[in-house]
């Protein structure tokens, strides 16, 4: 906490510098300079049609419309995509909104997450958005919610009422990046309910949102969530995609 006051404090008498390069701004650029923007890694084209996933890093490219990533994910978890990479500039990104509490960051990575689509026009199925939460002593410990403040953004600018308190973590779990893929799905069972139930999820289509998709454990404990409470199906949007294999950041 006086570390972030100490900052903000620093921040108001230095000149901008971008966040994740350190240069100086221009005067038109957000938090982070147009040359880190320009550096941040999409994902390559083609990308599964269903997990948004570069299909060339899954080995299946040009054979199949399914890659390994997705085949076991839960039918009802219709579509993944993710802006980034999870490396250099969004990696940079989402520990500086996350840890390093660059709250105003998000407004950047919100704008980027929006302007994806999910195929086939299906975001005009999308009923409403909601952040993965976070747990109480998370929330205590870090003072906001990364997914929330996204998911603020992308609400907004796909015209779509945002679900804050809907959907609930109940449990605290282990932080998930220090855990084998097969561990994550174990750590995060029964982790999320839908705290109270409301019309917009009545079989609907809605959209979640994170900062990171690593494994999609976490993702499909509240697809369960979801779908047990009236949902028809659940798409996600994050920042960034992550390789389990990877060095990653994860709630
Ligand atoms: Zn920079
Ligand atoms: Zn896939």
Sequence with gaps: MANRWIRSWLDRLLPAVCLVCGDPLGSAEGRVCGLCWARARRPRHPLCPRCGIALQDTGTAGSSLTCGECREWLPYLRRARAS????GTAAA?????KYGGWKELA???????AAQSLGKGLEGEIAAVLPVPLSRTRLRERGFNQAELLAAVVAERWN?????DVLVRHLHT??????APRE??????????????TDLLADAHVLLVDDVLTTAATVQECVRALCG????????????RARPELPRADR
Excluded: Y
Excluded at 84 to 87: A, E, N, Q, V
Excluded at 93 to 97: D, E, F, S
Excluded at 107 to 113: L, Q, S, T, V
């Design 84 to 87: 980034f990479i999870m490396s």
């Design 229 to 240: 409470a009236g949902a028809r199906a659940v798409s996600v949007v994050t920042f960034a």
């Design 174 to 179: 282990r932080r998930q990046a220090r855990l």
């Design 107 to 113: 407004r950047e990575m919100g704008a980027e997450m």
């Design 184 to 197: 994550r799905l174990a750590n995060v069972s029964g982790a999320f309910a839908v705290r109270r139930s």
């Design 93 to 97: 990104m989402v520990h500086a909104l």
């Design 160 to 164: 779509r009422p945002l679900l804050r």
